[in-house]
C-alpha cells in the first residue's frame, strides 16, 4: 500500500465509523461514535486483550449490518420510483387492472417524507427480504405492502419501517372467506387481511401509526430500537395491554380492549429476558460482587492486560499495573 492510499484511508476511516454507527443505531450512535467515547475505547483495547477483541468483533458486525441498512437504504427510494400496482386493484384475467377507490391516510406532508427517509433502510431490508421470501408489492400509501400473490395468502405481517411484509399465512378457508385468490372473473391484488374494506382502513390507520413508532425510535436509537422496545413491553405488557399497540389505537388494529393498564408479565418470557440481561451484565456484576466483598480498591485493581471489568475471579485482584 502505498504512503497516499493509507493516507487516504486513515483520513476516511473516521467518517466511515461515524454513518456506520449513525445507520445503525441513529442518534445514540453518532454520539457513541464521536472522538471523545471512541478514544476512551482505544484505551480501553490497549490495555485490555478482551476490550480489544470485543471492539474487533463489534466493528465488522456493526460494517455488515450497516452495509444491509445501506442496500436497503437505495432498495426502497429505487422501488418507489417504479410504477407500483395499488394493494386491492381486481385483475381480470386477460390482464386488466381495475383499481378500487383509494383509500385517503394523510399524515402531515412534512413529517411523512421525514419518516419515509428515517426508516428509509430498514424499509429496504423488509423490501429485499420480501422478494427474496417470494412476495409481490403492493402500495398502499403511506406504506408499501409486501404480499404473497394467490393463490398463497396471508393472515397478518409485521412492519419494518414503512414496509408491511405480510408473511403469516392464511388458511385455504380463509382465502374463500377474504376473497382472496380467483374470484371467477378477477383475482385482489394484495393480502387481503382484512374482510371489509372500513376495516381496511382502520388497520392502515394503525400500521401508518407504526411507521410513526419505528420513525421516532429509528432516528433516536437505529431500527433495533423498535422491535427490541416493542419486544420487552410486549412481556410485561403482553397483547393489548401493550403500549405502542395501544398508541396505535387498539380497536384499528383489531384487538380487544385492555381489561386494565397494570402489567401482567408472561412469566416464561419474563425469566428469559432476566437470565439474558444477567448473563450480558455478567462480568460487571463479578466485578461489583468483588467491589462489595472486598472494598473501594478493587475498583481498579485488575489482572495484567486485563481490565478491571475482563479480570476474573469473584474474590479479591491483588491491584496490578499493566
Ligand atoms: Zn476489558
Ligand atoms: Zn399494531
Redesign the pocket.
Known sequence: MTRRTSRVINRARPVARTLACTICFGIAGLVWSTPRFHVHRLR??A??????S?RRMRAGVIYVVALLLLAGASARPLEALSPEIPCGSRITRDGEIEQEPRLRISPPPVWNAARHVLVAPISGVGLLAGRALGMEPCSRPPMLVMFWPPPRTSAGGTMLGDVFVAWMPGSPASSQAYGIGNEGTYIRYGPNIAQRRIKERQLSVHESRHVNQWAVTNFLAGPAAFPVAYAVDGVLFPGSRNHFERAAGLSDGGYPPAPDNWPAPLWPQTAALALLVLIILR?RIRWLARIVVAGRSQLKAHAPR??????RGWSAVRASRH
Request: contains cysteine; positive net charge.
Open positions: 480501553k483495547a490495555t485490555c486483550t478482551t476490550c480489544a470485543h462480568r486485563h481490565c478491571p471489568v475482563h479480570t
